[in-house]
């Protein structure tokens, strides 16, 4: 049975403006699971998530676990939408990074992480304010979790690897910029991306 994409996010908008903290959580949860399988499909109701994710994202009088089921689905979001998503890096990343600190490692945040990193590639500039947060989440991937394969044939280590590398060539002394990491942060930068 196909599933017309139209019709479920036609019925998922209406609880994303939902009061009820546990609906609106759901809705997150299947706004998430909707762009893992329809990724590039999303690209007409990107702007209209983006905002409404936002607002849940950016919201501190929400339970935690609604803000994390939102940046889940917004990292989500950016598999196949990341040149639509990547304008809005600046504003959302901080937020994300912030609120996926809290978030287990998991396949959904390993998900949610490769697509925050396609964004990022796209806009890497957008970062300026958050780099280190970045970074620090790239550092803090379980040693496991780079080898568990996920829904698709690219890892978020792979993403992880050319993000930094691509900071590598912008900054000019990036042994010197990491050196503000912790030390066990630097070591897993240095140790598991060849830097």
Not at 156 to 185: T, V
């Amino acid at each position: 049975m196909q599933l017309d994409l139209a019709e479920a996010l036609r019925d998922t908008d209406p609880m994303l403006k939902e009061t009820a903290f546990r609906v609106i959580n759901n809705a997150c949860w299947s706004v998430g699971e909707i762009a893992m399988r329809h990724q590039a499909g999303m690209d007409p109701y990107v702007e209209d998530l983006l905002q409404k994710l936002g607002m849940i994202l950016f919201s501190q009088q929400v339970p935690e676990s609604l803000n994390q089921n939102a940046a889940i689905a917004l990292g989500r979001l950016g598999l196949g939408n990341d040149q639509k998503i990547a304008p809005h890096l600046a504003q959302f990343a901080p937020a994300f990074l912030t609120v996926m600190q809290s978030v287990e490692w998991t396949d959904e945040k390993l998900d949610a992480f490769r697509g925050f990193v396609q964004i990022v590639l796209d806009n890497p500039q957008a970062l300026e304010q958050c780099l280190l947060a970045f970074f620090s989440a790239i550092a803090s991937v379980p040693a496991d979790s780079r080898k568990v394969p996920v829904s698709q044939t690219e890892r978020p280590f792979e993403g992880f690897h050319k993000a930094l590398q691509a900071y590598k060539n912008m900054i000019p002394d990036f042994d010197g910029f990491i050196s503000h990491l912790p030390q066990d942060q630097q070591y897993e930068l240095r140790q598991n991306y060849s830097l």
